[in-house]
């Protein structure tokens, strides 16, 4: 039962992900002005940090009992979304605010990249609990 309900927690999460990244960011674009877009993304990105941070964590402890690994690659997603949420995305805030373009595109693409990771990792996690 318990493994279970970590497979179906780490599926939220790993889907939730996927979705965030690759659908409802990229739709806001399309679907919106520029920078109603972006004003949109910067207050809704809290909150999907927020669900990474909880959904990683609750994975992880329902893991750990069948599977060390997976319940630390979970973990460390919680832990790094952590300082994602409350480090990096004040700084690309700062630097779109600032209009310092450069240093944007240079943290964006390592928030990008961390996000990759862990969508990644949750894959991998998946895989191998089937």
């Known amino acids: 039962m ?6 179906l927690t780490t599926s939220l ?3 939730g992900m996927t ?5 409802f960011a990229a739709f806001l ?3 919106l002005p ?3 877009a972006g004003i949109t993304l910067r207050r809704a990105f ?3 940090y927020l669900f990474v941070i909880v959904t990683a964590a609750l994975a992880s402890a329902l893991l750990w009992r069948h599977n060390l690994l997976a ?5 460390m997603i919680a832990v790094t979304t952590v300082a994602t949420r409350q480090l990096l995305m004040p700084a690309i805030n700062l630097a779109t605010d600032r209009g310092q373009r450069s240093k944007f595109k240079t943290l964006h693409a390592l928030s990008v990249v961390i996000t990759l990771a862990h969508i990644a990792a949750a894959g ?4 191998s609990l089937v």
């Open 2 to 7: 318990i493994l279970s309900l970590a497979v």
């Open 124 to 127: 991998y996690v998946l895989v």
């Open 19 to 23: 979705l965030y990244s690759f659908g």
């Open 13 to 15: 999460l790993f889907g």
């Open 34 to 36: 520029a920078e109603t």
């Open 46 to 48: 809290p909150l999907f």
């Open 29 to 31: 674009f399309t679907a």
């Open 71 to 75: 319940a630390f690659l979970m973990a």
